[in-house]
């Protein structure tokens, strides 16, 4: 039963950069600092991509956006556009 536990883990940890993954995370972010008001909100949580984010973690959401950044919320899309500036 416990045969996959190794698989999860690597799993786990390599799909927390799947675009999916950081999607969920910066609207988390997002959530966070929704009740600030938007422009205190957008820059927080660019401030908070900035610092805590690896540069490999920014460059996939970077990519993301440059899709169509489908799935983030509207106030996580100007902060992190504004980061790529």
Known sequence: MKQGKSMDTHTTTHASS???RLIYMA?????FFKSQG????V???A???K?????RMRKKIFEHIDNGGAG???N?????????K
Do not use: C, M, R, Y
């Not at 609207?27 to 959530?31: E, L, T």
């Not at 938007?38 to 909100?41: F, I, N, R, S, T």
């Open 18 to 20: 799947s675009p999916d």
């Open 27 to 31: 609207n988390q972010i997002g959530d």
């Open 38 to 41: 938007h422009d205190h909100a």
């Open 43 to 45: 820059a927080g949580i």
């Open 47 to 49: 401030e908070h991509i």
């Open 51 to 55: 610092k805590f984010w690896d540069p």
């Open 72 to 74: 983030l919320k509207p």
């Open 76 to 84: 996580v899309l100007e902060a992190i556009t504004s980061l790529k």
